[in-house]
């Protein structure tokens, strides 16, 4: 009883993959399927499909082409150690993955913080923010204070010392890097509002602050002290581009 076999076609189509690559690993000497003694041409028994499979597999795991040359003739030893370097790529690759997982949902509850703050409902909060220093773009530890989370840049505006917002980065109270300190928390608890701080993006005195300002006042409520953490840069029903931050203003003993 003659073996059954398969031809390119067939077998590309069970796989799912190309003819052309199954072609192209014949050319690299990765994977020689059988010969047809009576026309040349390719064909699979059982054998040679198990043997395309673990090219199949082991090209999903990105082993370099190199590697794999006369795949079926490699010891048990070259195939572990194949594996076992592979394995430690991966493990790095999903450390990087899961980082970009943290960057994502981070970014996602930025955004969330937005859609609750353009709400309009003012809040009292408690400030999240411990300490506040000059933004040095010199400073390795200060970029990379911002690169890990871009709610770290902080505006602050003393209303009644500063004409202008001041640039800074959020940092823990132990933060020793810094060339000064814009900003301390207390340890007397102040009282803050929160709200959606909207700054032009090119000039951050092109804000909607004094509009919350004088909503505020309105209420009977003083501000002595503008903090704000960057949520994100959009644009606006206008279509220009508008910076957004989460502003906790101080409120006068």
């Known amino acids: 009883m003659d073996e059954e076999t398969l031809t390119i076609g067939e077998i590309a189509k069970l796989f799912d993959l190309p003819t052309s690559k199954i072609r192209y690993w014949e050319e690299k000497e990765v994977f020689t399927p059988r010969r047809n003694s009576n026309n040349d041409y390719r064909t699979f028994n059982i054998q040679s499909s198990i043997e395309l499979l673990d090219v199949i597999f082991y090209r999903n795991l990105n082993v370099p082409i190199q590697k794999m040359k006369h795949f079926n003739q490699l010891s ?80 602050y505006k003393d209303l009644e010392a500063d004409s202008e917002f001041q640039m800074g980065i959020s940092v823990t109270l132990d933060y020793q890097h810094q060339q000064g300190v814009l900003w301390e928390k207390d340890l007397v608890e102040k009282k803050y509002i929160t709200c959606l701080l909207e700054c032009d993006s090119e000039d951050f005195e092109k804000s909607n602050l004094t509009n919350h300002l004088d909503t505020l006042k309105d209420e009977g409520y003083k501000i002595t002290r503008v903090i704000a953490s960057y949520l994100a840069t959009a644009s606006d029903e206008t279509n220009e581009p508008l910076d957004y931050y989460k502003g906790w203003l101080e409120i006068e003993n």
Do not use: C, H, W
């Open 76 to 155: 048990p030893e070259s195939i572990y150690s194949i594996l076992n370097d592979t394995e430690k790529e991966v493990e790095e690759e999903l450390a990087i993955l899961k980082n970009k997982l943290v960057g994502i949902e981070q970014r996602k509850r930025q955004l969330e913080e937005l859609f609750v703050l353009k709400k309009g409902d003012y809040q009292f909060e408690k400030i999240e923010i411990e300490k506040i220093v000059p933004v040095d773009m010199s400073s390795p530890e200060d970029i990379q204070i911002q690169l890990e989370y871009l709610s770290n840049f902080t505006l």
